[in-house]
C-alpha cells in the first residue's frame, strides 16, 4: 500500500519478521479494539495470546507525497533521522534501549506514509513504546547525523541509477504524471535535491507533519487492550497536534496526450528492462477488486499469468514478467515490467502491448478469473500467520477507511466480482490510448 516499482530496488513497506509469533485461528477470536485518543492518535489492538510477545505496526502520514518538488527525498531524510538520536538518547542508546531486550523498531520511508515495525516480548511493550515515541517526537537532528544519513541516501541514489529496472520506471512516471504531480518525482530523491535539504527543513517537515493525529499504530500479540493502553497513553497522550494538519491527498493526474516512448540508453548493461505504464485506480475505488482480479490473470500472478505464459514460456523473449496495480490514497500507475535481452527489446514492447490490448479487448475467461480467485482466497489466511502479518492487514484496513472486520470479509468480498466486473475493469483500465512506454539499459540503437 505504500510503495511504487519506482523506489530503489528492494524496499519494502514493512519488515517482516522472522521470529514473529505464529497468529493461530483460536487465538484471533477476539475482535479488535479500536481506540483513538484525544490527540488524535489511533491505537488498534488485537489479542494473540499464543505465546509472549507482541509486534507492532505503524505509519506516520508523512511519504513521498508530501515532499516539495523541489526538495524531493525530504520525507525519507527525516524518516532516516528517527533512529539517529533524539533530544533524549544517543543513536547509541536508542540501539541499546531495544537491544538489550531482545527487540526491534524500524522505520521505511514510502510513496504515501512512513511505515513503523517493531516486535518484542510482551512483558518489554511498555519500553518499546516509549522509546518509540521518543524517536517519533524528538529527533534531535544532529549535524553529524544528517550529513551521515544525507551521505547513505546519496549513495543509494546512485545505486538506484545504474539499476535498469528503477531507471525504466522512474522514466515512465516521469512520462505518466506532471511535473506538479508527486507521483512524477523519485521518492529516494535526487542528488541534486539531496544535497539542497538543510537542517531546517527536515525540522520544519517534522514539526508540520509528525505528530499524534498523523500516526496510527496496531498492536497485535499478547496484549490486553485496556492495560496495554496506559503505556500507550503514557507515552503518547501529552503529544500535540501540529496547528495546521497538512493534507495527505493526491491529486487526479490529467490524462496522458496520447501514447509516450522514451528509451534511457546506459551502456554496458546485460539486460534492457522494459515498462508499460498506464492510469490506475485508487484503492478505495468501488472497481479496486475487479481490477485486482484483472492485474492478477494479466501479471500478478507471476508463472500463472497471461504475460509470463506468452512472454516467457512460449515465446522465451524474457528473465520474468509481471504487473503491479500501485492503488494507494491516490490513483497509482499500473506497470507492466519485463526484463530482456537487448536484442530482444523490440519484440518484447511489441509482445507485452499485444498482450494489453488482448485483455483490454477481452477480459479473463471463467477459468482464469476462477483460479484467480482460489489463489488469492487462498494465500490469504497464509499472510495472516504471524502477529506482523495481521497488523499489517489491520493497519491497512485504518488506512483506507475498510474498517474493523475487513479481515473477515475480505473473502467473500473476492469471491463476489464478476467475470463481467472484471472484464469491464479490462476495457477502462487497460486502454493503450492513454500508456507510456520506457525503456532502459544497452539498447541495440543506442537510445531514442
Known amino acids: 500500500m505504500n510503495r511504487f516499482p519506482n523506489s530503489e530496488p528492494g524496499a519494502a513497506l514493512a519488515r517482516p519478521s522472522s521470529g514473529a509469533a505464529t497468529a493461530t485461528p483460536s487465538s ?14 489511533v491505537v488498534i489492538f488485537q489479542e494473540n495470546h499464543a ?3 507482541v509486534a507492532i505496526q505503524g505509519l506516520v502520514k508523512a511519504g513521498a507525497i508530501s515532499d516539495p518538488p523541489p526538495k524531493t527525498g525530504l520525507s525519507r531524510f527525516v524518516s532516516a533521522m528517527l533512529d539517529r538520536g533524539t533530544t533524549k538518547r544517543t543513536t547509541f542508546q536508542q540501539a541499546e534501549a531495544l537491544e538489550s531486550l531482545g527487540a526491534s ?3 521505511d520511508a514510502g510513496i504515501e506514509t512512513i511505515a513503523i515495525s517493531a516486535n518484542m516480548l510482551s512483558e518489554d511493550t511498555g519500553t518499546v513504546l516509549e522509546v518509540l515515541a521518543d524517536a517519533l517526537r524528538n529527533p534531535s537532528f544532529t549535524p553529524d547525523q544528517i550529513e551521515k544519513a544525507r551521505d547513505e541516501m546519496i549513495v543509494r541514489v546512485k545505486v538506484s541509477n545504474e539499476n535498469t529496472a528503477y531507471v525504466a520506471a522512474k522514466t515512465a512516471n516521469e512520462l505518466l504524471y506532471p511535473p506538479d504531480h508527486p507521483y ?10 539531496l544535497r539542497a535539504i538543510a537542517r531546517k527543513d527536515l525540522e520544519a517537515f517534522h514539526a508540520s507533519h509528525y505528530g499524534p493525529g498523523t500516526v496510527v499504530l496496531v498492536l497485535v500479540g499478547d496484549v490486553d487492550p485496556e492495560a496495554t493502553l496506559e503505556p500507550v ?13 497538512p493534507p495527505f491527498s493526491v491529486p487526479r493526474a490529467a490524462p496522458v496526450d496520447g501514447p509516450k516512448r522514451l528509451v534511457v540508453s546506459m551502456k554496458g548493461k546485460s539486460q534492457v528492462d522494459v515498462v508499460c505504464a498506464l492510469p490506475g485506480i485508487g484503492r478505495t475505488d ?3 477488486y475487479a481490477a485486482m482480479l484483472m492485474n492478477y490473470v ?19 523473449l524474457v528473465y520474468g514478467v509481471y504487473s503491479n496495480l500501485n492503488a494507494g490514497i491516490g490513483a497509482g500507475p499500473i506497470h507492466v515490467r519485463a526484463g530482456t535481452n537487448p536484442a530482444n527489446a523490440e519484440r518484447t514492447a511489441d509482445a507485452m502491448l499485444s498482450e494489453i490490448e488482448r485483455m483490454h479487448e477481452e477480459g479473463p475467461t471463467e477459468v482464469e478469473l476462477e483460479e484467480a480467485v482460489s489463489y488469492l482466497t487462498g494465500v490469504f489466511p497464509v499472510r495472516l500467520e504471524t ?20 479481515i473477515s470479509r475480505y473473502p467473500e468480498i473476492v469471491r463476489g466480482v464478476r467475470v463481467e466486473d472484471v472484464r469491464a475493469a479490462s476495457r477502462k483500465h487497460l486502454d493503450l490510448k492513454a500508456h507510456v512506454l520506457a525503456m532502459a539499459g544497452s539498447y541495440p540503437r543506442g537510445g531514442a
Not at 185 to 190: F, H, K, L, R
Not at 387 to 403: C, D, K, P, R
Open 233 to 245: 497513553k503514557r507515552a503518547f497522550s501529552d503529544w500535540r497536534k501540529p496547528d495546521i494538519t
Open 184 to 193: 512524477h518525482w523519485p521518492p529516494i530523491g535526487t542528488e541534486p535535491s
Open 51 to 53: 505465546n509472549p510477545t
Open 387 to 406: 502477529n506482523a502479518g495481521v497488523a499489517s492487514q489491520l493497519l491497512g484496513a485504518e488506512l483506507y477507511g475498510l474498517g474493523m472486520d475487513y
Open 28 to 41: 484471533r477470536t477476539a475482535r479488535p479494539v479500536r481506540v483513538e485518543l484525544k490527540s488524535g492518535l
Open 286 to 288: 468501488p472497481e479496486y
Open 105 to 107: 523498531l524500524h522505520f
Open 298 to 316: 494479466l501479471g500478478g500472478g507471476s508463472l500463472s499469468s497471461r504475460l509470463m505464459d506468452q512472454l516467457r514460456d512460449k515465446m522465451g
